[in-house]
């Protein structure tokens, strides 16, 4: 099982969109695949006594997360960073079992020209930290409401492309490291 992770909790978040296209290219190549949508975290994630008392849907998330052959994670930029629900949905997992040895791929999208470049290298940073498999095949969508918008959408565009190949050559990685069966 892949696990996309929406990296943010904005509603009617891009990243969303870009998570649904991303479903049905692992659905396409055999692959089966779920995606966590970080909106669906309620608002005590933020109390002070989340970290001691994780809310239900935290727990749910934790086992689908460990559950995890590899990981997809859709990282939008904010303020040339993840976002904050990521960071804190991150420092909710448990140590070191969430991401010790589990592969993670990474898509960095952004309003501005660089793409997400710096969330995602943000973020290979902290996996790296935990150990996680990064896999080195990034994609970063520049501009990418327009790309959304663009006549087809992402499945006509290159970057619609760009994905489909990240997502077989992370399946191949997966397979790889024996952490994928078919
Ligand atoms: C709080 C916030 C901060 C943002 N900061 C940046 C930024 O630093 N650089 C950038 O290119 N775009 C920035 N954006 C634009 C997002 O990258 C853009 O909205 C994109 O669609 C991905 O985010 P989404 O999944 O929330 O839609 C920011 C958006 C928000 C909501």
Redesign the pocket.
């Known amino acids: 099982m892949i696990t996309i992770i929406?990296?943010?909790n904005?509603a009617?978040?891009?990243?969303?969109q870009?998570a649904s296209f991303l479903s049905t290219v692992y659905d396409e190549i055999g692959i089966k695949n779920q995606t966590l949508d970080l909106a669906e975290l309620p608002p005590e994630t933020f109390s002070p006594d989340a970290y001691a008392e994780k809310p239900a849907r935290v727990i749910e998330f934790t086992e689908q997360i460990l559950a995890s052959s590899g990981l997809v994670v859709?990282a939008?930029?904010?303020?040339?960073?993840m976002?904050g629900a990521l960071k804190l949905f991150i420092d909710m997992l448990p140590f070191p079992e969430s991401f010790e040895d589990r592969p993670v791929s990474y898509i960095g999208?952004?309003?501005?020209?660089?793409g997400?470049l710096?969330p995602v290298e943000h973020l290979q940073q902290v996996f790296g930290y935990r150990n996680a498999l990064n896999y080195p095949r990034r994609v970063f969508i520049?501009a990418?409401?327009s790309v959304v918008q663009a006549e087809g959408g992402l499945g006509k565009h290159e970057f619609g492309e760009r994905l489909r190949e990240q997502a077989k050559g992370f399946a191949d990685y997966c397979r790889s490291l024996g952490k994928l069966a078919d």
Request: cysteine-free.
């Open positions: 929406i990296g943010t904005r009617g978040s891009v990243s969303a870009v859709i939008p930029e904010y303020n040339g960073s976002a999208i952004a309003a501005g020209q660089f997400g710096r520049p990418v409401g």
